[in-house]
């Protein structure tokens, strides 16, 4: 391997170049990785896993405060270097896999997980959505992801950026932008901001969707062109009697619904 593209090792752990085709801006100021570990706060027992730790700047700093962590890592040139680097430090259990085929129940082995992880930009959103079908073995996620997708991650109705994405994760966790991460603090420097968001995945069984694949269905539909009404977008899956019967209003456009009003439409029997 070319001396310029091995990894270099260094005191906190190592440093490599960075993969375009794999959406890599690895985190390097030790401000921001101090707030990501006090954001995850880890505890006793817990069983922590990250997603995508690249040169360990989250790593490294988990396994000082917690003895235990599992990493899921796709780049195999990051393999070696991880595992050197964390030897003196913890317990360090690499998955090399790509996290979307990767299952968190079978990872949780019956219990529950923490997840952490900068997220790569080009994947982070049906990361997300993997994640929340395995969120009844997850405890909490603490992201960071483009602050543009947190902003909608967390947007309530009536914003301009609510939409799909803010109702499907806001109907099975609890989410909340935590703090903005600069451009300056990674490397190479993205285009844009980052934020740092926690998601907390609610109680199954006070969830109160019915039928995922609808929901999902009611949800994509009503959002698909933003600018048409309810009775308009969801023509065809959603009649006016169970408009009626919801209590929501079809000359309504999606961005002006809760997320319960979406829950109680998919729940209805289909027309």
Known sequence: ???????????????????????????????????????????????????????????????????????????????????????????????????????????????????????????????????????????????????EVVDRMAAGPGSKVYGRLSVMLQAWCEVQALFVVPPGAFRPPPKVDSAVVRMVPRDPATVGINDRKRFADVVRAAFGQRRKTLRNALNGVIDEAQFAAAGVRSDARAEQLEVADFIRLANLPHA
């Open 1 to 147: 391997m070319n001396s310029s593209h091995s990894p270099r090792m260094s005191g906190s752990g190592f440093s490599a170049p960075p993969k375009k085709q794999l959406g890599q801006h690895f985190l390097a100021d030790k401000y921001y990785v101090e707030k990501i570990v006090m954001a995850v706060d880890p505890k006793g027992d817990d069983r922590l896993v990250e997603i995508g730790p690249g040169q360990g700047a989250i790593t490294f700093p988990l396994l000082r405060r917690h003895p235990r962590l599992t990493v899921i890592e796709f780049d195999r040139d990051l393999i070696t270097p991880l595992t050197e680097a964390a030897a003196p430090l913890g317990e360090l259990t690499i998955v090399h896999r790509d996290v979307l085929q990767v299952n968190f129940t079978e990872l949780a082995a019956g219990g529950q997980i923490r997840l952490v992880g900068n997220l790569p930009y080009n994947i982070s959103s049906p990361i997300l959505f993997h994640a929340l079908e395995h969120a009844a073995a997850i405890s909490d996620m603490t992201f960071m992801l483009q602050k």
